[in-house]
């Protein structure tokens, strides 16, 4: 009996029983394949059910208000890794994820994996149910291959380890069918070829044209094959990556899928050509503080908790006028004169305020730019300015630098800045974000994207770096850079880099900052992530080989329920 209580197994009506799923043609609780049999729009109701489910608040445990899945996807998906600062302890259960501090009692941790799972069984239904050999049922039974591999994407990248250490560990249980029977953690390459095999169907099945045209929350063959051009990617089927991107791009030349409009890109991105799949919100979607955006921008309602890490500032800072720095990330200012330093310092013995940072006046100590500080043990510490990657040839931004500062033995990243306003009650300056705010001018509202083009160009940038095809890695990453209206690399001209991959990735992080990719580029890479750096975040360096909780646990009740085995380290 214990696999009736699985999330995995949960009777379809328990399932649509969500307000804004327009299922009230059959009643919630006797939904079955028969009855969806019975009504022609039976199968479209569940998939229109399917992309509602995201968005909406589900009970957990109790929980209810801001619990849906989109927030908790791209919480868990994205605080983890070291893009952002977290500028405090929060009581909000994203302070786990942030701080490697996950329990399989986290009602983020639960949520997602029952919410992920209903989206399968209800696509399961619709594949069980639609007559194949109806050409009229190819769309929605496309929609419902391309929602199941996705689905599965999401849950075997958070719950088990990446595809790149090995195919044989623990992934996620892998339903193919409404039935109850055999439930258990099938292998990672299992649920893997099942991802392949569901999103290449997708894309066989469905045309270039989604079911309602102009409305990026409903997938169309494009969507499926990107998507399957990232799990290539994961894969490490570079090839196969690269082969699946031009089959999309269909002989279009990757800038004419851009929004040339890019400073407003995320406002626009359910109609924007740009966005192959996003979670569609309307002005009655509007979760407040509970929203994404919330987390990253006060404007009125937010929270404005969230920041970019300094390590991505400095990344940015190089070119000052790319618009993904200009228009989504907000500097706040004081109107104070005078300029000021922050250093992160390690916790020790001496400074057990640390890793709070330290946030002083600067000193000057000769006109020239050299800096310095005094510390909590009375020494002062002058304050490197570090050239990295070496002088940039012919690029009109010139070298860059970062600021460091050897402080009681460690490296410390120093921050200078002018008329910076800090958070109240904390040393770190606010810098807000707005990748998640002001579809219709409402600084909470977005409509999430889970892929788009951008990525896509990024996905095949990255496949022909790793086989060797470096001039044709150049020229998808000088795509996005040409857009973002900043200097472009040429063979033997990387301003500055040692290797076209090191290039490449750097762009993935500028261009996807925030939108759930970077803790898994730095897992299935196994490279380490240095957040020692500003926030609340744990001060540390986080190898992906040996931290266990670069993955979530599985929840309490699943696994004490159905029997399946718990990851290791929880």
Known sequence: MKTKALYLTVVLGAMLGFSSCNLDTFPSDELNSDLLLQDAKGAEYIMDGCYAVLKDEVDFLGYASGNCYVRHYFQLAEFPADNICLSAHTTDPLYEATAYMMTDGLKNVGTLWMVGYKVIYMTNTVIETLDESNPDNNQLLGEAYFMRGLMHLHMVTLYA??????????????????????????????VYDQIVADLRKGADLMSSKPRVVGNAGYPC?????????RVYLYMEEYDKCIATVDEAL?????????????ANYFKN??????????????????RGQSSIGSMYLKDGIGWGEIYPSDPLMYLYERYPMDVRYTAYVHPQFSGKTGTYVYVTIPASDTDPEAPHIKYKTT??????????????????YPIEKRMVNGERVADPA???????????????????????TLRTGYTIPMVFISKFSYQDGNPMLSSPVLCRW???????????????????AIDDVNVLRTRAGIPTYATGNLLGYDNVIDAVMDERRMELAWEGHRHFDMCRTKQKMDRRYAGAQPFK???????????????????????????PGY
């Open 161 to 190: 380890q990446p595809y790149s250490f090995g195919r044989d560990n623990l992934g996620v249980p892998l339903r193919t069918t409404t039935s109850s029977e055999g439930i258990k953690r099938n292998s990672v390459g299992e």
């Open 221 to 229: 063959k494009e969507a499926a094959l990107g998507v399957l051009s």
């Open 250 to 262: 269909n002989g279009a030349a990757p800038a004419s899928k851009l929004d040339a409009d890019y």
């Open 269 to 286: 991105a359910k109609t924007s050509n740009e966005t192959l799949f996003c979670i569609v919100h309307e002005t009655s979607d509007d």
């Open 363 to 380: 000193l000057k100590d000769d006109g020239a730019g050299n800096y310095s500080f005094k510390g909590a043990d009375g020494n002062t």
């Open 398 to 420: 010139g070298p860059y630098y970062e600021y460091h500062a050897n402080y009681m033995g460690e490296d410390c990243m120093v921050r200078i800045n002018a008329d910076v």
């Open 454 to 472: 951008a990525e896509v160009i990024l996905n095949r940038a990255e496949a022909y770096a790793r086989t060797g095809k470096d001039a044709e």
């Open 541 to 567: 360096i986080v190898d992906p080989t040996t931290e266990p909780h670069i993955i979530y646990p599985i929840p309490n009740n699943e696994w004490t329920v159905s029997g399946i085995e718990q990851n």
